[in-house]
C-alpha cells in the first residue's frame, strides 16, 4: 500500500500494516495502564486502607485522608506505581506464553509492559525532581521493613 504526502513524496507501508489498528492497540494499551494506575492503584489502595474516593480522573486520584493514618497515607500514594509494576510484570509473562503467533496480541503486551515500566519508573523521577509523589513508596517500603524486621 503507497501513501502519497503532500509534499508528493511515495511513503510505503509494508503489506499487512493496519495504521487504525497499530494507533487503536497503543490508545488502548496506554488507556489500560493509565486506569488501572489511577484506579486500581490509588483507588483500590484507598478503599482498602478505609479513605474515601473524592475524585478520579485520567491523572489525578484523590483519596479522603482525614480517617487513615500516615503510613495509609503513604500506601495510597505509592499503589498506583505498585500497580504499573505489577501489570508490567504479569504482560511480560503473558507476552512470553502468547509469542509471536498471535501479531496484534504480541504488540498490545509488548507496548503494554513497556508503558506500565515507564510510568512507574518515570514515577520515581517525577517525584525526585518535584517532591511530591512517588517517593512515598520508597518511604513506605523503609517503614515496612523497619518493623517487620523489630519484629523479628
Not at 4 to 22: E, K, L
Not at 48 to 65: A, D, Q, T
Not at 121 to 140: E, K, M, Q
Amino acid at each position: 500500500m503507497a501513501l502519497v504526502s503532500s509534499s508528493g513524496a511515495d511513503t510505503r507501508v509494508s503489506r499487512g500494516t493496519d495504521v487504525v489498528t497499530v494507533v487503536s492497540v497503543a490508545v488502548l494499551a496506554y488507556a489500560l495502564a493509565n486506569f488501572l494506575h489511577e484506579a486500581i492503584g490509588h483507588g483500590g489502595a484507598c478503599v482498602v486502607v478505609g479513605g474515601k474516593p473524592l475524585v478520579l480522573s485520567s491523572v489525578h486520584f484523590e483519596c479522603g485522608e482525614e480517617s487513615i493514618s500516615a503510613a495509609a497515607r503513604r500506601l495510597v500514594a505509592a499503589a498506583g506505581t505498585v500497580v504499573n509494576f505489577l501489570a508490567a510484570g504479569i504482560s511480560l509473562i503473558a507476552m512470553r506464553i502468547a509469542g509471536v503467533r498471535r501479531p496484534r496480541l504480541a504488540y498490545f503486551l509488548w507496548l503494554f509492559t513497556t508503558i506500565n515500566l515507564l510510568m512507574g519508573a518515570g514515577y520515581f523521577l517525577f517525584s525526585g525532581l518535584g517532591n511530591i509523589g512517588t517517593d512515598h513508596l520508597l518511604d513506605f517500603v523503609v517503614d515496612y521493613l523497619r518493623v517487620r524486621l523489630r519484629c523479628s
